[in-house]
């Protein structure tokens, strides 16, 4: 059973500071790994989405890294804004299923 | 091109009643999965329908249902309410076999 893990649970960073989110999942047998961004009350938006067969992806100022051997992805955000403030959420998609197995979410504060 | 949408935004139910949650799926794409999300937790796989048909299900009772119109719109029925049915019900549409889903505003449901 596929479970997936968010380190960590809230962060707080100052205004300009380059960070980096954690995900880690159980089984390595994934297909993609998407990462979500949600606003308080909101639906999911997509952010970044790697392939099984990609170790990297990379949209403006994020970028996320997929190690399959070692169960982990990484979401990087770089010169962070006061509107980068939500929860980040990461998915795994096991090979041969359409579920979504979510984290639980890290929620980032970036204060001016 | 048209995201995914959801109504109602939010709707205050009592314990005991029934309630029907709709989704449009993005243009394009065949399949649906409806998600639950509690607070501070992440999204949990309620079911997915292809082609008018369920094709896989989550841990969930089957007093949640579903269905899938030709048009690939699709409900979610939830009957004989309870208090932990109080969530964010997330609608996701995908093309079978993509991998990459597409999110919703959500459904706002609260049982009283």
């Known amino acids: 059973k596929q479970e997936v893990t968010q380190i960590p649970a809230a962060l707080s960073v100052p205004e300009g500071e380059n960070l980096v989110l954690n995900c880690s999942f159980t089984?390595?047998?994934?297909?993609?790994l998407q990462w979500f961004r949600q606003d308080p009350g909101k639906g999911l938006t997509s952010l970044l989405l790697?392939?099984?067969?990609?170790r990297e992806q990379t949209s403006g100022r994020l970028n996320a890294s997929l190690d399959k051997s070692s169960g982990r992805s990484t979401l990087y955000i770089a010169a962070s804004q006061p509107g980068d403030s939500a929860t980040y959420l990461c998915?795994?998609?096991?090979?041969?299923?359409?579920?979504?197995?979510f984290g639980k979410g890290t929620k980032l504060t970036v204060n001016p | 091109e048209t995201g995914v949408t959801q109504s109602p935004t939010h709707l205050i139910k009592t314990r005991g009643q029934q309630v029907t949650l709709r989704c449009s799926s993005q243009?394009?794409?065949?399949?649906v999965s409806w998600y639950q999300q509690a607070l501070g937790q992440g999204p949990q796989f309620i079911f997915q329908?292809?082609?008018?048909?369920?094709?896989g299900r989550g841990n969930f009772p089957p007093r949640f249902s579903g269905l899938q119109f030709p048009n690939y719109s699709s409900e979610l029925n939830v009957n004989a309410l309870e208090l932990d049915d109080s969530a964010l019900y997330l609608c996701?549409?995908?093309?079978?076999?993509?991998?990459?889903?597409?999110f919703g505003p959500g459904t706002r449901l609260t049982v009283t």
């Open positions: 996701a549409s995908s093309f079978q076999g993509a991998g990459e889903q597409y």
């Open positions: 089984d390595s047998a994934i297909y993609n």
């Open positions: 790697i392939q099984s067969s990609q």
């Open positions: 998915a795994a998609l096991p090979g041969g299923s359409e579920k979504l197995v």
């Open positions: 243009s394009g794409h065949n399949t």
């Open positions: 329908y292809y082609r008018e048909e369920e094709n």
